[in-house]
């Protein structure tokens, strides 16, 4: 992606999609998912594609190491405007990295990571071998990969919520959309991006869904109430445990997948 692209779409993303019910749910629910494979704080952590720091702040509240690497200076900025929020102790732990992910390994000079996140990215590039590629060699040996990108085994589900019946039927066997944010987007399958890993040393531990039930209501117009606490942590609670189980994680429009990298 560009710099001018993210420049215009830094408000709209950092402080509309993830102040939305769906973007807190998606929050919360890939942290709990993380927490059940990262190893114990304070573990070194680098976000390719690392945005405002919605994914990896909360990581170095709970104690962790943070390296947020992002191409864009608009997303750093604003980054850099909800570091300020957080505690002395919590910003001494983060580091704000300008650079592109596609040469992450380069970016960080080498430095390998206990765990390396890549969070909604993949779908904007053309292919996602070259960021794989990336992810997998700053992890140390151990270290934790962490993929989340869109699920091409439902490419229908939001049109036909839309009930744009007419792209939905095209969309069953379809690799990219025009996503939310009103860019083109691609898709991967678990399998794929599973046997991506594997030929880079990094062996798939496990896969979730993300986003099923708040995104379908959310797709079909239906209202969620991002400041009602109580709602929010009820909705996160059933979405954190259909990303569990098959068939629910399967509709999922979008999935995680972590794997470990093998010893060197």
């Known amino acids: 992606m560009s710099e001018d692209t993210w420049a ?12 939305s019910a769906k973007g807190r749910v998606r929050t919360y629910v890939i942290h709990q998912q993380l ?12 976000d390719v594609g690392g945005g405002a720091g919605h994914q990896s702040f909360p990581l170095a509240q709970a104690g962790y190491d943070v390296t947020l690497l992002d191409p864009s200076q608009a997303m ?64 140390a040996a151990g270290g934790l990969i962490s993929v989340m990108t869109g699920n091409a085994e439902a490419m229908a589900v939001r049109p036909a919520l839309e009930r744009r019946w007419d792209d939905a039927l095209a969309s069953f066997d379809a690799r990219g959309e025009i996503g ?4 083109p987007t691609r898709a991967d399958t678990v399998e794929e991006l599973s046997e991506l890993m594997r030929s880079r040393g990094v062996e798939p531990l496990r896969w979730y869904g993300v986003w099923l039930f708040v995104d379908w209501l959310d797709l079909s117009g239906a209202e969620v109430d991002p400041g009602d606490s109580q ?21 999922s429009r979008i999935f995680h997948l972590v794997g470990r990298k093998g010893p060197s």
């Open 180 to 183: 939310v944010l009103g860019l």
């Open 76 to 139: 750093l900025d604003k980054a850099e405007q909800r570091l300020q929020r957080l505690p002395d102790e919590v910003r001494r732990r983060v580091t704000l990295l300008r650079g592109d992910g596609e040469n992450a390994h380069e970016a960080v000079r080498g430095r390998r990571f206990d765990a390396v996140l890549c969070h909604g990215v993949l779908g904007y590039l053309e292919h996602p071998e070259p960021m794989v590629d990336q992810l997998c060699r700053c992890a």
């Open 231 to 251: 709602q929010i942590a009820a909705a996160a609670a059933v979405e954190l445990e259909a990303g569990r189980r098959d068939p629910y994680r399967r509709l």
């Open 35 to 46: 927490l059940e494979h990262v190893p114990a704080p304070p573990a070194s952590v680098l």
């Open 8 to 19: 215009g779409l830094a408000d709209q993303f950092a402080d509309g999609a993830y102040a």
